[in-house]
């Protein structure tokens, strides 16, 4: 005698149902489910690559070489009156062309609270380096930076303001500070020469002005 069991099963096969085992449907869930979709990856890959680029961008700024302001270097007396081709990186006391971005001394607008103070008028820099360059305010004066041949003769990456990036597809018109802050501006020179830069508005009693030189 058949067991209630067999014949049950014998029945709903004489119906036409079949079953299959659970394990396989869920085996195939799972594949499902560890199978990202193209979408996913692609987002997951661009977060990778955020963390990437940050991580790159401390590992820079930890190990690069501080570029000095003309005071610090071992610039010849009458230099200004030379094309800037003619001088020499290595003989100023420039640091060595490096694969990392260099950072350059920064300067300072309005410096311990005196408006119409700089920290450096006059920076020297190397042809075909890529530099980080942080530009302050500190007076409570409106400033507008201006080195407008200088921003057109070098290769601008960003601008950073508060960790907020602003990528270039050409040179900036100034750089405006409308109250205390940095801008941090992030380029690679191109050629030699020697580039003014001044704050716009003021008048001869208080102009606030300097020399940026791409040297070789």
Do not use: C
Not at 85 to 106: C, E, F, R, V, Y
Not at 116 to 138: C, M, N, P
């Amino acid at each position: 005698m058949k067991s209630p069991w067999l014949a049950l099963m014998a029945a709903l096969v004489g119906l036409g149902i079949a079953f299959a085992p659970a394990g396989p449907a869920f085996a195939q869930q799972d594949d499902d489910d560890d199978a990202a979709s193209p979408a996913a990856s692609a987002t997951a890959q661009a977060d990778d690559d955020d963390d990437d680029d940050d991580d790159d961008d401390d590992g820079d700024a930890q190990s690069a070489s501080m570029v000095p302001a003309a005071e610090g270097l071992k610039i010849p007396p009458g230099s200004e009156m030379m094309p800037a081709a003619a001088l020499n990186g290595d003989q100023i006391g420039l640091p060595k062309n490096s694969l990392s971005s260099q950072i350059i001394t920064p300067l300072v607008l309005g410096q311990g609270g005196q408006p119409f103070k700089v920290s450096h008028t006059d920076f020297y820099l190397r042809a075909g380096q890529a530099y980080r360059w942080d530009i302050k305010s500190e007076g409570d004066i409106e400033y507008k930076f201006n080195a407008p041949d200088f921003f057109r003769n070098v290769w601008m990456n960003q601008i950073v303001i508060d960790d907020l990036e602003i990528h270039m597809a050409g040179a900036p018109a100034w750089l405006e500070y409308d109250a205390h802050g940095t801008i941090t501006v992030q380029f690679q020179t191109v050629r030699p020469g020697r580039y003014d830069w001044h704050v716009g508005g003021l008048d001869d009693e208080h102009e606030m002005k300097g020399t940026i030189t791409v040297v070789p």
